[in-house]
C-alpha cells in the first residue's frame, strides 16, 4: 500500500487509521466535511510528510475524484452512525450511507482505483438466532435504517467486485471503544454523569448485552485483512469484534466506578434501549482469527481507555453538557 484515501478521515476510527497508515510510511489523504470529524484529531497527523486533506461532502463526485487520484485503496469510513434517531430523518441514512457508498465506487471507478475497505456493522445481523454470529449467518428484517443502508452499501461493493473486478473488503464491526471516542453509550452516560452527578436515565431494562471493540485492534484487523486481499479481487466479509460481551449495566457500574459517584439508576423498561436496538450483540471473528489477528484489550480495559481519554479531552464532550439524551 503506497497511497490511500480515508472517507471520514477526521473521525473517530479514520483519525486513528490516519496515523497508523502515516506511521507506516503510506501516504494518506483525509476526506472529511467535519461535520462529525474533529480537526483536533487530525491536527498532527496534517504536520507529518505525506498526509493531506480534502474537506468536502461524499455527495460530491467530482470531489472524491480529485481525492481518490492516485490512491491504490480507499477507506470509506464516512457515514451516518446515528442509529438511535434514524427514524427521526429517514433520508439521512439513504444519502449518507447507501448514495455516500455510490458515489464513492463511481470516483473509484473513474480513477482505476479497484480496492476499498468498507466500514459496516454487526447491525446487519438485525436479531439473529444464532451466537456468535458468523458472516454467513441468514439475514432476518432489518430492524433499523442504518443498518439497512449499510447493508445496500455492502451489496453495492459486491456488485462492483463481481462486475469490475474490485476488491472489495467488507468489515462489519461491533461498536468500537478508545480514543477519540466520541459517540455510543459510553460517551453519553460519561456526558449524562457529569450533566447530572446525582441521577442516570439508562433506556431499556439495563441487561442488554453488547460487544465492544478496542480501536486500536480495530485497525489492526482492518489492516490485517487488507494485506491478505491487497491482489485478490472479489467481496471479503469479516466480523470484528471480541468474544465477550459487556452488560449495559455492568458498564455503567464501571463509569460510576471511574468517577466516584453513586448516582440513582432510572430503567426506562423493554428489552430494548430504542427502536432498532438489538437486546445481544456477539459476533464471530474466527475468519479474521485464521489471519493471525487477535485482540489485545478485554472490553473492560477498552472501557477504562476510553474513560481516561475523555478525562483529558474534554474538548470532545463539553459542548454535549448543554442537552443531550443519555443511552
Known amino acids: 500500500m503506497k497511497r490511500a484515501c480515508i472517507t471520514g478521515g477526521a473521525g473517530f476510527i479514520g483519525s486513528n487509521l490516519t496515523d497508523r497508515l502515516s506511521a507506516n510510511g503510506v501516504e494518506v489523504v483525509i476526506f472529511d466535511d467535519f461535520r462529525t470529524g474533529r480537526r483536533e484529531f487530525v491536527a498532527e497527523a496534517l504536520g507529518r510528510p505525506g498526509v493531506s486533506l480534502v474537506e468536502g461532502d461524499v455527495l460530491d463526485v467530482a470531489l472524491l475524484q480529485e481525492a481518490f487520484e492516485g490512491c491504490d485503496w480507499v477507506f470509506h469510513l464516512q457515514a451516518n452512525a446515528d442509529v438511535r434517531r434514524g427514524l427521526d430523518h429517514p433520508r439521512r441514512d439513504l444519502e449518507q450511507n447507501t448514495i ?3 458515489n464513492v465506487l463511481e470516483a473509484m471507478r473513474a480513477n482505476g482505483v479497484s480496492r476499498i475497505m468498507f466500514s459496516s456493522t454487526g447491525s446487519v445481523y438485525g ?6 454470529t458468523p458472516e454467513d449467518a441468514p439475514f432476518p428484517v432489518q430492524t433499523s435504517l442504518y443498518a439497512a443502508s449499510k447493508l445496500a452499501g455492502e451489496g453495492l461493493i459486491e456488485a462492483y ?4 473486478g474490485f476488491t472489495g473488503l467488507i468489515c462489519r464491526f461491533v461498536s468500537i471503544l478508545g480514543e477519540r471516542y466520541t459517540h455510543g453509550h459510553v460517551f453519553d452516560f460519561f456526558c ?7 441521577r442516570l436515565r439508562v433506556l431499556g431494562d439495563g441487561r442488554q448485552e453488547k460487544s465492544y471493540l478496542y480501536i486500536g485492534d480495530c485497525i ?3 489492516l490485517t485483512a487488507a494485506e491478505h486481499h491487497h491482489d485478490e479481487p472479489g467481496a471479503h466479509i469479516y466480523n470484528l469484534g471480541t468474544e465477550e460481551t459487556v452488560v449495559v449495566d455492568d458498564s455503567v457500574k464501571i463509569i460510576t466506578e471511574h468517577l466516584a459517584l453513586s448516582p440513582d439508576i432510572e ?7 430504542w427502536t432498532g436496538d438489538s437486546p445481544l450483540i456477539l459476533l464471530d471473528t474466527a475468519r479474521i482469527r485464521e489471519l493471525g489477528w487477535q485482540p489485545t484489550l478485554t472490553i473492560e480495559q477498552a472501557i477504562a481507555r476510553t474513560l481516561e481519554w475523555l478525562d483529558s479531552s474534554d474538548y470532545a464532550w463539553r459542548e454535549q453538557l448543554v442537552g443531550g439524551v443519555p443511552s
Open 100 to 102: 455516500a457508498t455510490s
Open 127 to 132: 436479531e439473529p438466532e444464532l451466537f456468535p
Open 161 to 164: 467486485a463481481a462486475g469490475y
Open 192 to 198: 449524562a454523569l457529569k450533566r447530572d452527578p446525582t
Open 220 to 222: 489492526s484487523a482492518i
Open 267 to 273: 430503567h426506562t423498561g423493554g428489552r430494548r434501549g
